[in-house]
Nanobody, 126 residues
Framework: QVTLAESGGGLAQAGGSLRLSCLPSGHKLPLYAMGWFRQGPGTGREFVAAIEIGGGAASYADSVRGRFIISRDIPKGSVVLKMNRLEPTDTGVYYC???????????????????WGQGTPVTVAS
């Protein structure tokens, strides 16, 4: 059974930073893409960022581009989302996702992923 272990959520002040980490385990086939989505109060789950595991190509939602950075921690086998210049609108539950295939057309969609984490809450105070 594939498990995505998320960590690093919490409370931050507007303008501050947080670092989320996602460590996959239990997968028998390689994972080629991992991403982060978020769900704010009363909203649907939306794409935040994604990375191709092999080459490191990254994609970002317009709302976070220039503030968030997604990267691979190759020695640890995890994916990190560094969130800078946080805004109150970044508040929500952040979900890690993983896929056995990488498709540029699907990385920003819910259907592009095979596995999901339980979510870690992020609250940004103004």
């Amino acid at each position: 059974q594939v498990t995505l272990a998320e960590s690093g959520g919490g409370l931050a002040q507007a303008g501050g930073s947080l670092r989320l980490s996602c460590l996959p385990s239990g997968h028998k086939l390689p994972l080629y893409a991992m991403g982060w989505f978020r769900q704010g109060p009363g909203t649907g789950r939306e794409f935040v960022a994604a990375i191709e595991i092999g080459g490191g190509a990254a994609s970002y939602a317009d709302s976070v581009r220039g503030r968030f950075i997604i990267s691979r921690d190759i020695p640890k086998g995890s994916v990190v989302l560094k969130m800078n210049r946080l805004e109150p609108t970044d508040t929500g539950v952040y979900y890690c996702a993983a896929a056995h295939n990488f498709s540029p057309d699907l990385v920003a969609t819910l259907g592009g992923y095979d596995y999901w984490g339980q979510g870690t809450p992020v609250t940004v105070a103004s």
